[in-house]
């Protein structure tokens, strides 16, 4: 796809050049140099170098921060998206978080003689089957597992989802062979692991037969809603699990024991402004009862950014960033800070560490997902 | 056939194109759906780029609309059906009952002093609360008072156990004996041979752009709501103050533009008027206090009209306006419940933040939202964005014959451009009813 191609497909020259994007960027705030504004102008004239090596073309969070608001309909983080897989033509990608492993994991997942030790976490009395319309897709957790020298939770979130599943009667297909689904390969312009990852994932879920896929992490369930239309056939039903919960709240409702908590709900840009979904979330909150759900100053379409995507460029601005998310959950007073996606879990777990700073401001709160709020209400007793 | 025209609307356009009808001769029937001729002219305090006095201007047109012995004004009154053709229209118009008698009615206000139920004053643009008994503005024309039939304690309440009103409070001290509680809405119906349709804007309101936190933070105010803020006849008599509790003086105030316009969420259009209306604000806020230090944030300033260019270079120059090209991305608030503005200044390439005292929106201006209704009754066509449809060699004909449109109702114009628009929507309707 050339500059032109992209500029046509993502209506860059819409663009009023007025500065609303940058005004709004998470990254802008705190890194000078970035200007969502500015790089549109560069494409618009043609600077196609100015482009491809720019390093911070790959700091780009995609959060849709500007796009949402952007007064000419831009779409700045397709705009990226595409811009990326020029600069990697060009021999140009970010810089890779954790040692380039997730990437690195991605692309052996995209071969498609690899096999994996996929399901060693399933425990518990955990019940999944082979005959269900139902399918749950895992994604990247049980590699996040052993990335991270902190407890990422995201397993944890994985089996509170089964849990759920179960204790609504729903034994789901889980695929031993499944594959990541290129989300992070396709954003930082690696467009060719991704058709390979897509492929692959929808041929074994055709083989498994299954109607329904339902997703814990809003990447995946992302992917596979806007992306993988343009590369393959799914043809299921797709369903994020707070989706799910709250329409089975909202029909028959569910028996919960008390949570008593002040919680607040950090929307993940992949669920919130790239799909919309924000109230489904937070009905499944307010159905746990003695809860109480506070605000941040910046929720809903306004949410934050949790600082990185797709694991590259993460550096002190997404730090400063994970901080500044950290801080307006604690002003709200709450003690614990809900999010419905395993990367938001992880880089605020990460960002609590510390690493890298003698004595930072005081972000403790702890932080959990959704599923795990919702399985530790529902008791151990399973529904059969 | 009828020599008669009817006008509905009574604002500045309205006003204009009655006057002009009645000096050719003809009569007009001007049907306004507030308590008073005015419209939204008369909410502005001054008007650019003269800084006239609005109301000063206007009230001479208002009254000599009003007493012309060739117009009929119906206010507190709706358009309901219109039926015929170019030269033979019938129109039924529906006359609300104001419970007080127009004929009697001298207007002193004694009523109003004495009413004890409050309303939300919407002349101020809900900025503080009349009473149910009132005068819709100071200089309303006609000068006759009404009782609002949603907030009348009389009309809400019912009788008491001994079945007596529980209120009587204003018929009690109207010495002209005025106040008629049996009044009944009436139907007239009018033969006239045109129709000019006058019927203006309404402000957008900005409370969806969420971003910019209007409803949420006391400080953001829209520039309707300013105008009645600085106005003399305002809530706050000409004082400029914050909203906040505080109700401080604000010695920085930041205008932001395009709010709702040129904008694809939004409103796709330019409202054409608020770069220099914001202009004025920014100008009138330091003629009021010379320590006030106003931001103007634009995209483009369009200062496209005789003088306004002029206009913009002395703000700069002469009353302490800083312009900056940016549009505003967020408006956050500090501790003091001041705003906190974030923008990519783009001249300099910079993202900085602001925190000024004040915020005021030029908010978008969108065709009223009756105009939809009005034009299922004319059967005229409306445009894209609800505005009546007219062509560029016919710029005040709608789409159906003997049916004329002038002001902002048809587009986007300032104030001389809907005065020029009425005497020549009322030019074309006197070619068929003479």
């Known amino acids: ?384 | 056939m009828s020599d008669a025209v009817l006008v509905i609307g009574g604002g500045i356009a309205g006003i204009q194109a009655s006057l002009d009808l009645a000096d050719m001769g003809k009569h007009v029937y001007l049907v306004e759906k507030s308590p008073s001729i005015g419209g939204r002219m008369a909410q502005l305090d001054k008007t650019f780029p003269t800084n006239d006095c609005s109301i000063c201007i206007l009230a001479p047109k208002m009254a000599d609309c009003y007493d012309h012995s060739n117009t009929t004004i119906l206010t507190y009154s709706e358009v309901k059906e219109i039926t015929g053709s170019a030269g033979d229209f019938t129109v039924t118009v529906l006359k609300k009952a104001r419970y007080v008698d127009a004929k009697k009615c001298t207007g002193c206000g004694e009523c109003t002093e004495k009413c004890p139920a409050k309303a939300p004053d919407l002349f101020n643009m809900g900025l503080g609360t009349r009473k149910a008994a009132y005068l819709y503005f100071l200089q309303a024309v006609p000068r006759v008072a009404l009782i609002d039939r949603e907030y009348c304690i009389r009309m809400t309440k019912g009788l008491t156990k001994d079945g007596k009103p529980r209120c009587g409070v204003c018929k009690d001290v109207c010495q002209a004996g005025a106040i008629d509680f049996d009044q009944q809405d009436e139907e007239i119906t009018l033969n006239v041979g045109a129709i000019i349709i006058a019927t203006g804007f309404d402000p957008y309101d900005p409370t969806s752009l969420t971003e910019y936190g209007y409803r949420r933070y006391k400080n953001v105010v829209t520039a309707m709501e300013y105008e009645r803020l600085i106005c003399a006849s305002g809530p706050t008599g000409g004082h400029l103050k914050r909203l906040s509790a505080d109700g401080r003086d604000p010695k920085t105030i930041a205008f932001i533009q395009c709010v709702g316009s040129r904008d694809l969420h939004h409103n796709k259009y330019c409202a054409s008027v608020c770069c220099m209306h914001s202009t004025k604000e920014a100008i009138l806020a330091n003629e009021h206090d010379p320590e006030i230090h106003s931001y103007i944030f634009y995209i483009d300033i369009r200062a496209s009209g005789k003088g306004f260019q002029n206009y913009v270079a002395r703000a700069e120059k002469e009353y302490n306006v800083t312009y900056i090209r940016s549009r505003v991305a967020e408006i956050a608030q500090d501790a003091g419940e001041n705003p906190v503005i974030w923008y990519e200044d783009t001249n300099s390439r910079q993202v900085k933040s602001m925190t000024v005292d004040l915020v005021v929106l030029a908010t978008c201006m969108v065709p009223r939202t009756d105009a939809v209704g009005l034009a299922a009754i004319t059967h005229t066509a409306l445009d894209e964005y609800k505005f009546f449809q007219t062509s560029p060699l016919a710029p005040v004909d709608t789409t159906i014959p003997g049916i004329f449109a002038c002001g902002y109702c048809q587009g986007p114009m300032d104030i001389p451009e809907s005065v020029a628009q009425a005497s020549a929507a009322a030019a074309r309707a006197a070619e068929i009813v003479s």
């Open chain 1, 1 to 384: 796809m050339s500059l032109e191609d992209i500029i046509q497909e993502t209506k860059t020259f819409y663009c009023l050049d007025c500065g609303k994007c940058t005004g709004l960027c998470p990254v802008s705030r705190y890194n000078p140099a970035y200007s969502p504004r500015v790089m549109l102008e560069n494409a618009l004239f043609g600077f196609q170098d100015d482009l491809t090596y720019n390093h911070d073309l790959f700091s780009c969070l995609t959060c849709y921060a500007c796009s949402s608001k952007c007064p000419g309909d831009v779409d700045y983080p397709l705009f990226i998206q595409k811009a990326r897989a020029l600069a990697l033509d060009a021999g140009q990608h970010g810089d890779c978080a954790h040692s380039g492993t997730v990437q690195s994991l991605a692309r052996l997942m995209s071969n498609p003689g690899v096999s994996q030790n996929r399901l060693e976490w399933l425990s518990d009395g955990l019940r999944i089957s082979t005959q269900s319309d139902t399918m749950f897709f895992v994604g990247c957790a049980p590699y996040f597992e052993h990335i991270f020298d902190f407890d990422s939770g995201a397993i944890d979130a994985v089996k509170a989802s089964l849990k759920i599943l179960n204790h609504c009667g729903i034994e789901p297909v889980v695929l031993p062979n499944e594959r990541c689904c290129g989300h992070d390969m396709l954003w930082t312009g690696d467009v060719e692991t991704f058709r390979r990852l897509a492929e692959h994932n929808a041929a074994i879920i055709k083989e498994a037969g299954v109607k329904k896929i339902i997703f814990s992490c809003p990447e995946g369930y992302r992917t596979f809603k806007e992306d993988y239309p343009k590369y393959v056939d799914i043809n299921c039903e797709l369903q994020h699990i707070s989706e799910f919960l709250a329409d089975r709240i909202a029909e028959n409702g569910l028996d919960f024991s008390e949570v008593k908590r002040k919680v607040t709900y950090h929307d993940p840009c992949r669920l919130g402004r790239h799909l919309g979904i924000y109230e489904q979330p937070r009905k499944v909150i307010a159905a746990l009862p003695g809860i109480e759900l506070v605000e941040m100053e910046h929720n809903k379409e306004e949410s934050l950014c949790c600082g990185t995507s797709a694991f590259v460029n993460c550096d002190s601005c997404s730090k400063q960033i994970r901080v500044d998310r950290l801080l307006e959950a604690k002003a709200t007073g709450a003690d614990t800070l809900i999010t419905s996606c395993p990367k938001c879990q992880i880089h605020f777990r990460c960002a609590m560490t510390n690493k890298g700073e003698e004595k930072g401001p005081d972000v403790e709160i702890e932080v959990m997902d959704l599923v795990n709020l919702v399985a530790n209400a529902l008791g151990d007793g399973h529904n059969e």
